[in-house]
């Protein structure tokens, strides 16, 4: 439990001091300060003001009432240090015992009572203003990104706030073959030039198109490290870190939320192969964070307030897609470490009223909540499986070779000067970007537009490449409603297909580099974007094979000539799941997530095996997923819950100290006064100390933590007069007897956790595993026959676990 964030010299070690520049520490590639901190005001000598005009009256002979912290409480005991784990076990002891309080007061008086109540609805007050503001924010992030996106192309003559869509919504200009053109829109050539065509004005559009991608991202880059360096990345990996019990200083506070709001909104417009899906998790989860400090018992109870951030992660994913059941589902499995069923309904509750906000802002302007709904409800065929099935090994693929080559690319980013160059790298990544996107319609348009075009099918109204079909003489008669049957692919399919083969190698080569990097980056659209693409592919080639064999054994019997037998559009829907799959290895969530993100119900089964298929063969290359191989790049202590631990050891292999270790750093019940604790406390570093009856006995008493030791001694030298080095120290509930002449005992019996869990020697580590995972602790003592022989903490288990495969173990960075 080696904790380099404790100072040993004296007790203001422990004060956060906002000048101090030393205060450095590396978090997923970016060096931070962490001297002050959003979430919780740190601690500092004025803490105890209010205690130092009450002094403890004195006669000659010594104090008349010692203090005990078990009579009252101080502040800051209990609390924990940046870069620490939480004690899951008492945190809920400590809410329980709040809760019996207040049950107990209720019945005494109507005031009680209704503090009670008010109490109970606290909570459900608290996800209403979490899904109120998240819902909000998403709206405002999808409104802003849409403009800023289309202002790379040209500029709104009725007002430069319109985005392209906006501002033809009211012209009758348009024709249904130029239906997003109209006279209030123009081109930047339009504008600096007066034409539309030519080299001329396709070299201005160009050059414009990178100049705002270049600034959009320089902005971005420059704000995030100036303001908020939490702002970066996905966030997915540290919310799930943070969910586990680690605390991270300021990851969740209002700069980091105000940064990555805006600098979001800059990425994404500028091209750049990143989704705004990821970081809309950790945007919600800010504000889930921010808005627990107006009640009391989230404020003051950590594990408290990690139940409300996984039902902020739900709300997240809620507003990304549109998709609040599967937001739930998504916190479920794919983010939260502790989930009771209380929290799964305020979860779906928040994710409910989020998705109502969004709604209500209607940012796509189609009256619903997601760009991707399709029209098309054509069933699909059995047959159809085997290239469902073709699709989800693709993702599966693209997942194992992608989590590969991306860790690859950001160890390199770590380990190299490259890391250094933040700003250089992503405006060179961003120009790279946008040079090549550009002369390609489909890299050119954003991600969740390419996916929208990807999705839906053919219709009669449809005057886009990919429907560049040959028409038939009788087309009146080959379809049914407003659908059309299958049809020889004409000149224009052809050149839109291979568009989107060049569109695809661009984007899985370009991703790789792009996340990670120091923006906000999503992963969700860039995926799906991949898989989308591949499936369009693999479903116009399917069409095209039905309607040249229709009478072939596989089609004969249900794809008649002419008839609507393949539907391309939901191989893109099964692709697009199949990668991000393969990518993220979720699978309940991310059925769920697609059908609403779709509306296509009809669609499960493909979905479920495409899905199951690339989990397996991405599986089979590792079990990672990218946020846990992004957690363990970084060295969070991050104890997997899906990992298994095969190894035969016990207990006492992974104990600390070792054979060749000194002894055991250990406090005596009574055999110690205060300068001997405060020596053997400034003489280590560990974060707590086992109590044992006495150095030779070794019978295990309990366990006191570093930080709540220093508080009472300093506290103790304050408010307790005649307290000196040669004061004892107490652990017991009965102070010894002491000589006349001897300073009054310091009592510090009520910071001692009197029931530590224990192991012993001989139990198998797979258990060990098993009861830090389900119970959260920070360490277990290992005892034979009740005598203490050793620690094991969460950083010895994941240092363990990294030998067992082969892994430097010393890149378990934190405690």
């Not at 000048?19 to 962490?34: K, N, P, Q, S």
């Not at 289309?150 to 906006?166: A, I, Q």
């Not at 130029?178 to 080299?199: I, K, N």
């Not at 191989?571 to 199949?578: L, T």
Request: one cysteine or more; hydrophobic letters at 45%; a negative charge.
């Amino acid at each position: 439990m080696e904790t380099s964030g404790y100072l040993s010299n004296s007790f203001d070690g422990l004060h956060s001091n906002d000048e101090d520049d030393d205060e450095m520490v590396d978090i997923a590639g970016a060096t931070l300060d962490f001297s002050s901190s959003d979430d919780v005001p740190p601690l500092c000598s004025g803490d105890f003001d209010e205690f130092s005009s009450r002094r403890v009256s004195m006669n000659g002979h010594g104090p008349s009432q010692m203090v005990d912290p078990l009579d009252d409480p101080l502040p800051g005991v209990g609390t924990y240090e940046d870069f620490n784990t939480i004690d899951w076990v008492r945190e809920k002891s400590k809410d329980r015992d709040r809760h019996r309080e207040i049950t107990h007061k209720s019945r005494e008086s109507t005031v009680a009572l209704l503090l009670r109540i008010s109490d109970a609805f606290s909570g459900w007050l608290l996800m209403l203003l979490v899904g109120l503001m998240a819902g909000a924010l998403a709206g405002g992030i999808d409104i802003a990104a849409h403009w800023l996106t289309d202002m790379k192309e040209g500029v709104c003559l009725n007002g430069f706030w319109f985005n392209h869509e906006h501002c033809c919504w009211t012209s009758s200009e348009p024709t249904f073959q130029e239906r997003d053109r109209c006279p209030q829109w123009q081109s930047w050539a339009e504008l600096f030039s007066g034409t539309s065509t030519g080299a001329l004005a396709y070299s201005l559009n160009y050059l414009m198109y990178i100049l705002w991608a270049l600034l959009f991202s320089f902005l971005a880059v420059t704000l995030v490290r100036a303001f908020a360096p939490y702002a970066c990345g996905s966030g997915i990996p540290e919310i799930k870190t943070i969910l586990s019990g680690f605390i991270i200083r300021g990851y969740l506070g209002k700069w980091t939320l105000i940064t990555k709001t805006i600098t979001l909104v800059l990425a994404v417009s500028s091209g750049l192969s990143l989704g705004k899906e990821g970081p809309l998790v950790h945007v919600a989860c800010c504000c889930a964070n921010i808005l627990c400090h107006l009640f009391t018992k989230y404020r003051k109870n950590e594990a408290k307030r990690r139940e409300v951030l996984s039902a902020a992660a739900a709300v997240g994913v809620s507003v990304a897609f549109g998709a609040p059941i599967g937001g739930v589902l998504f916190s479920l499995e794919e983010v939260s470490y502790y989930f009771p069923l209380k929290t799964l309904w305020r979860s779906f509750f928040a994710a409910l009223v989020a998705a109502f906000t969004l709604r209500s802002i209607n940012p796509f302007g189609n009256s619903r909540l997601v760009l991707f709904y399709v029209e098309f409800h054509a069933p699909w065929h059995l047959v159809e499986l085997a290239p469902f099935i073709l699709l989800g090994i693709f993702g599966g693929l693209w997942g194992a070779l992608f989590i590969r080559a991306n860790i690859a690319w950001c160890r390199i980013r770590k380990t190299t000067r490259l890391g250094h160059y933040s700003v250089v790298e992503v405006v060179l990544v961003t120009g790279l970007t946008a040079l090549l996107a550009f002369p390609n319609s489909y890299t050119r348009m954003s991600g969740s537009e390419l996916i929208s075009e990807l999705f839906n099918d053919c219709t009669l109204l449809d005057s886009s490449q990919l429907c560049g079909y040959k028409q038939l003489p009788n087309i009146s008669d080959t379809g049914v409603g407003n659908t059309l049957g299958d049809r020889p692919a004409g000149e224009a399919l052809y050149t839109a297909l291979w568009q989107l083969a060049l569109a695809l190698l661009f984007k899985m080569m370009i991703t790789v580099i792009t996340f990670g990097m120091k923006v906000p980056s999503g992963l969700f659209i860039p995926s799906m974007a991949i898989g989308a693409i591949a499936g369009r592919l693999l479903g116009v080639a399917m069409e095209q094979l039905a309607y040249y064999n229709h009478d072939s054994l596989i089609f004969k019997g249900w794809c008649s000539q002419g008839a609507d037998c393949i539907t391309p559009g939901l191989y893109a829907m099964v692709g697009a799941a199949a990668c991000l799959g393969g990518v993220t290895r979720m699978t309940v969530s991310l059925v769920v997530i697609m059908f609403e993100l779709t509306g296509g119900l009809e669609y499960i089964v493909p979905l479920m095996a495409a899905t199951m298929t690339s989990k397996w063969v991405a599986d089979a290359f590792g079990r990672e997923g990218i946020y846990e191989a992004h957690i363990r790049l970084n060295g969070y202590p991050f104890l997997e819950p899906k990992e298994e631990f095969e190894q035969s050891s016990l207990a006492v292999d992974v104990m600390r100290p070792r054979r060749a270790d000194p002894a055991l750093a250990t406090l005596t019940q009574d055999g110690m006064n205060v300068g001997e604790v405060e020596a053997l406390v400034e003489s280590t570093h560990y974060s707590g100390f086992p109590v044992v009856v006495s150095q030779e006995s070794q019978r295990l008493v309990g366990f006191v933590l570093r930080r709540d030791l220093l508080i009472s001694i300093d506290n103790a030298r304050k408010r307790q007069e005649g307290v000196v080095s040669a004061s004892q120290v107490v652990f017991t509930e009965h102070t010894p007897p002491l000589p006349p002449e001897a300073p009054p005992p310091l009592r510090l019996r009520g910071i001692v956790d009197l029931s530590p869990f224990t192991v012993t020697d001989h139990t198998a580590m797979d258990i060990t595993v098993d009861i830090f995972r389900k119970l959260g602790l920070r360490q277990c003592l290992v005892t034979h026959n009740v005598r203490l022989l050793g620690i094991i903490t969460k950083k010895d288990i994941l240092k363990h676990m990294a030998q067992i495969s082969n892994r430097d173990p010393d890149s378990i960075l934190f405690n």
